[in-house]
């Protein structure tokens, strides 16, 4: 329903009057298809359009700027246009592909909506390119009278079969056509040649020459079209402008065989010359990007991607978002590789979140069907955050929603009253400092190597698929940064990582990283390095205590020496280690097995020969620092589909689970107990947000039972009660959960709530109790201003608390700033 009469208060008195404190949005973007436009009636596309906005003016208030991204057709609209605005628009008024064998609405009945399409509705409105003009305007000036904000209008152009017919790019110039996303050769490439073409078009009014560059092409007809109808950007879709193949773990360089490294450097030239086609063409019109459903890394080393070349091309473009692919398949862990390692560097500090709300061509709408109402692909990855050169924690400044329309045309303002408290929720607590696990990204060395070295895209492509595997058993990560920023923060700032753990590659021989790794740990922090050493410096080596071997691939046995999951049937005792896909064979041992420092957690076997996997070293001078090696093995492979195929966990174990249990010698220790290893682990991250601990997670199985240690003690979720066991908590959580944490006990066991209370008292924002203690000690993160002064703590007190005070005192700073209170039995009251 269309909620006519709606009029809500103008709101230019509220233009920039966010309550998000500090963190408020830069752009807010209503993606929408033309669907809901259901009549071509002016008065009608003015009510849909002042119904867009005001269903989400409860969020639309905390940005600068509101923008629609309008998914008229598939592209093909700006492929198409002549120059004049009483042109016959196609636009997407189907359900599924149009641009199959089967013409709309025909076929075998049994025929998915892959395989055919119908029209949404019966005698869908036709439009004209002048009619689609009157659209952009009635959104723009409907979008101020609402929101008060400025209003932009984007552009949208995908190179795959989906969301309307396309005579241009499946009967007139197939030979545009590379990718195979869906089916063979389905999908436009950027860097594709036109043959010689008669029709008229806005930019080529005598028609294509024959071997016109597809970015040429392309780019001047983006700047008739845009200019001519009033759009302010344009939408770069699945993939577009990102090599030839968005989706798959394949690509033009690696064939799930081998990498043809020859190819590199070509493709990635003909990937760049498009980007240069298209600005020179179309040179001032913002770009912004969908990317690939992948990584930095992967893309690299499987499609010849050089997004540091993009990057720094000046294209004034908005870097690729994390991929919404986490709905359609739960791979969250893929999803938080390819958000972080494309924030880790950015063109400057602008990066967006977004998030799938309704589809409007497959009838689905995740918020209501695939998500089933959980916010866990809210909470995660709102959790992510980056940290520049200067040491400042960065966080999206735009955020997309995909779509406010359903396949039917609707708006059913169910969706935005209820993902709009999640969103707001989840920006409330964005992290504002490092989390406890930092991915030090090597972004620059990833384009290093793939250029200069002859047989490192193994390792290039390896690195993120392991660490997408170790999120999805359970890593706790949030925070990126690269290593080139890396150098810089702890150059200016030496103890900006004093509360983290960092995580990263080894370091090219003698270089400035290494260097600045060596020193970090040696002057008290805490590393750990995964994945092959082949190119790392002798003195590296020494400092993790390691020496290669001959490599050694294929089924290992393996023999652990620490605590890890708790399962009723117990994970499999074999790893199958593929150099392929794993940066190489298996070669590393200890240099030295009796030195002191050295405590080796993982070694492996094959045929009476040994492989040392996993171990931790620190030394007396290195002044309470630590640094962990994690050989680290993929466990997937390429078995034909679109991704890489994690190992079967019934049959062999899976590899970066280590990477978590790793976390344990470094006082953040996190395990589950569960029936059997087929049961998927949670995905989890703790971010650090106004001094709290800010756990967010995913259950695909809510029998899982998670339990918590960390080097502060067991910490406490609130609201929620835990029953400890041996020192950890333990929480049995729903399929989402987000949860602050300000408390952390030092208690053997008993069952603990952790609970926040009213204030009833002048002076005092924040009250929160802690019962079920026995003799605990007790550790409180308060917000970042307060002072000694406005802390109280009150043991087994109540109303008006004017008894029951008790002394503490300023806990160990390596541990952040907290208070402690020792010696409590009964309940705990803090404020301040």
Known sequence: MLGCGVNPQPAQAQAGNSYLKGKSFNNITLEASLKPFKRNDKAYIREVATEMFTQWHSLLRH??????????????????????????????????????KHEVGSGPEELSIHERAYLYMDNPPAFTYGDLKFIIQALKEAGKRVTGKPILVGATFDPGPEFAKSEFKYKKHPEILGGSAMGHKSFVSCYSVLNADNNTYAGFPKGIPANTPFGLFFGRQSQHFLKDLGYDYIWFSNGFGFGAEGWSATGAIFTGKDFAQNRLADLTAKINDFWKLFRKECPTFQIQTRGTNLSVGADLARDAVNLKQIYEGNYNMLPPPNSPWAALDGDFGLEMVGYMSRMAELPDNRFLFRYYTHDPWWLNSPWLDRYGREAHDIYLPMSVSRIDANGKIGIPTHLNFLTIDNSLG???????????????????????????????????????WAYSAKDRLPEVYYGDWYIRQAINNGLPLNTVISTTSFQSVIA?????????????????????????????????????????TDHASPAFLDFLNQTNDAPLEGEFRIRTNYMTDMLEKAYPSVINHRALFSGGGFRTTLKNSSDAGTKLLVQVEQGGKSRDAVWVRTRPEWQGGKVAYLRGTNASSFTGGRLLTPDDPEKWFTGPLHLRYILQEFGLGHSVEKQDPSIKNPVLTIARSNNAFIFSGYNPNSTVK??????????????????????????????????????????????????????GQKGITKRYSVEGLKNATVRIYPEEHITDQQFHAYVNAAYPWKTGQVTFKAGDNRFGKHYIVENVTGNLVVSW
């Open 706 to 759: 998670q339990r918590f240690r960390f080097q502060q003690g067991a910490p406490l979720l609130l609201g929620l009660e835990t029953k400890l066991d041996r020192g950890n908590s333990t929480y049995t959580m729903p399929t989402s959960w987000n949860r602050e944490c300000r408390v952390f006990v030092e208690q053997t066991d008993g069952i603990v709530s952790f609970k926040e209370l009213h204030s």
């Open 63 to 100: 940005t600068d700027t509101v923008s629609v991204m309008l998914w008229t057709s598939d592209g093909s609209e700006i492929l198409d246009y002549k120059g004049t605005l009483d042109q016959s628009l196609e636009w997407a008024r189907y359900l599924g592909n149009p641009n199959t």
């Open 410 to 448: 609707e708006m059913p303002t169910q969706v935005p009253d209820e993902v709009t408290p999640h969103i707001l929720k989840a920006r409330y607590d964005a992290p504002t400092a490092p989390g406890p696990l930092v991915w030090v990204y090597p972004f620059d060395e990833y384009h290093q």
């Open 492 to 532: 200016r700032q030496p103890g900006y990582f004093r509360e983290s753990t960092l995580l990263t590659i080894a370091p090219d021989v003698g270089s400035a990283l290494e260097k600045a790794l060596m020193g970090f740990v040696q002057k008290g922090g805490k590393l750990i390095i995964f994945g092959p």
